[in-house]
């Protein structure tokens, strides 16, 4: 398993300006992900943080907007861009230890763009 | 279509019931199955995890997959209150492919 740590856990911004998101996890992990969860909805892959290399983006996220890094194998960031009151929603950093194909959960970070 | 598709609920019962969750599925390429419990304003939580058809029981949590049909389930015995949360259902075609996930089932237990 692994614990993985999110900070910051809640944050209200205003529009056209950037937030950070940080994600540690307590081992080294292959595999980091980025998710969205919209109240009441499933999570949406946003992207696959690689270390050593640019993140994978789903369709419909580009790195312009959140983009992505992953200095190494237990810590990733997420940066949400020049934010809009759409970009208001849960995100959650995962990791997937190597050799396991269940993923474990950040507590999530609450982000209200006004 | 989407590929997971799971009922939103919200479902309540009486503490002491059986719950019953489920997930239907339509990529057969599927083998890798696991359930997670999100209570409100937390992330996910793993709860049961299982590969390819057959059951696996964990203390009051059995979780049951049948590839024939494209369908998983998870039971709970004996629900508390404390059972009260969002439980989503995920599945993989492979160890390090993508999580699908379902919408989620939000289940209130009354004491």
């Known amino acids: 398993s692994a614990v993985i740590s999110q900070k910051p856990s809640r944050d209200i911004c205003q529009r056209g300006t950037s937030l950070t998101i940080q994600c540690q996890v307590d081992?080294?992990?292959?595999?980091m992900f980025w998710y969205r969860q919209q109240p009441g909805q499933s999570l949406t892959l946003i992207a696959t943080?690689?270390?050593?290399?640019?993140?994978?983006?789903e369709s419909g996220f580009v790195i312009d907007k959140f983009p992505i890094s992953r200095p190494n194998l237990t810590f990733s960031t997420l940066t949400v861009s020049n934010m809009s009151p759409e970009d208001s929603s849960i995100y959650l950093c995962?990791?997937?230890?190597?050799?396991?194909?269940?993923?474990?959960f950040g507590q999530g970070t609450r982000l209200t763009v006004v | 279509q989407k590929e997971v598709e799971q009922d939103p609920g919200p479902l309540s019962v009486p503490e002491g019931a059986i719950v019953s969750l489920n997930c239907t599925y339509s990529?057969?390429?599927?083998?890798?199955f696991m359930w997670y419990r999100q209570y409100s304003r937390k992330g996910p939580e793993l709860l049961m995890y299982t590969y390819s058809s057959g059951n696996k029981e964990d203390g009051r949590f059995t979780a049951q997959v049948d590839k024939s049909s494209k369908y998983i389930s998870l039971f709970i015995r004996d629900s508390q209150p404390s059972d009260s949360a969002t439980y989503l259902c995920a599945m993989t075609g492979n160890q390090g492919g993508k999580l699908i996930f379902g919408q989620g089932t939000e289940l209130s237990v009354k004491p």
């Open positions: 990529n057969s390429a599927f083998q890798y």
């Open positions: 081992s080294q992990v292959t595999m």
């Open positions: 943080a690689n270390q050593g290399s640019e993140a994978t983006y």
């Open positions: 995962s990791a997937r230890p190597a050799g396991d194909t269940e993923a474990f």
